[in-house]
């Protein structure tokens, strides 16, 4: 299972383009519509899901930084530089982030919050 999914601030597919398989527990990808066009009024139903772990979605609203992206070994596999609307989907493994810069970082993640017993430091 991939780490992270890291998109470009310049990614612009010319049509939708989805990233993940339908079995993550997060999609990401690209809706595109040409003009003109619509989405129907909908709601999402109450489905029952069984996630496992936690997924962030980050993306970079100011600033500059290195993501550190770790396997479950907590070994460091790869150093990202994330800047003004780079967007990483961080799935499996650990992460860590050093800011170049002041830095805003917009996340999304599963809820509900349950502070920090959900994470392990290191």
Known sequence: MPLAYFIRADWMPGKTEFLTPDSFGQQM??????????????????????VHGTTECIFVRKGRCALDIYN???????????????????INGGHGFRMHEDTVLFEVKQGPYIGLADKERF
Do not use: N
């Open 72 to 90: 479950s070994g907590k070994e460091i596999i790869r150093t990202l530089e994330l800047a003004v609307g780079d967007i990483v989907l961080l």
């Open 29 to 50: 990808g690209m809706i595109v519509y040409p003009k003109d066009s619509s989405i129907q009024p909908h709601l999402h139903l109450p489905v029952i899901r069984e």
